[in-house]
């Protein structure tokens, strides 16, 4: 009971939205009218068979073409993004893996000179980590 009076006598706690009693802005009503007057133009020629059917059609055709035009265009400049990131991405691991052979290469050469700079007799065995450090 004493919660009833802390709302004031309301079943919720908080008060009703006033958005829903707000005023639309005038470029959105301007909008709204332009969308009306496109989509009774079209409800008109769509209802009068006799009434430039050709023009309608032709007027799809177009934008379809258009739009397959720009999305080939789009898919033609993604793809040739893709190739030159593939390009880019190739030579730099191909310059890595020169890098690697390299540092192999000079390790190898290291462990040879070092293995030939080891004298010891021939009844001594040479330790590992003297050969491979």
């Known amino acids: 009971m004493t919660e009833s009076f802390d709302r004031g006598g309301r079943p919720f706690p908080y008060t ?18 332009g969308e009306l007057i496109e989509l009774e133009k079209l409800k008109a020629a769509l209802s009068n068979p006799d009434s430039k059917p050709i023009q309608l059609k032709a007027g799809v ?7 397959r035009k720009l999305n080939d265009e789009k898919h033609d400049e993604k793809l040739s993004a893709a190739l030159a990131e593939n390009r880019k991405l190739r030579a730099m691991a191909a310059g890595r893996v020169q890098v690697a052979k390299a540092l192999q290469d000079a390790i190898d050469e290291h462990v040879r000179i ?14 590992t980590e003297l050969i491979f450090v």
């Open 16 to 33: 009703r939205s006033k958005t829903r009693w707000r005023k639309r802005p005038n470029d959105e009503i301007k909008y709204l009218r």
């Open 61 to 67: 055709d177009n934008r379809a073409k258009a739009f």
């Open 114 to 127: 070092r293995a030939q700079k080891i004298s010891c007799s021939d009844d001594a065995v040479v330790p």
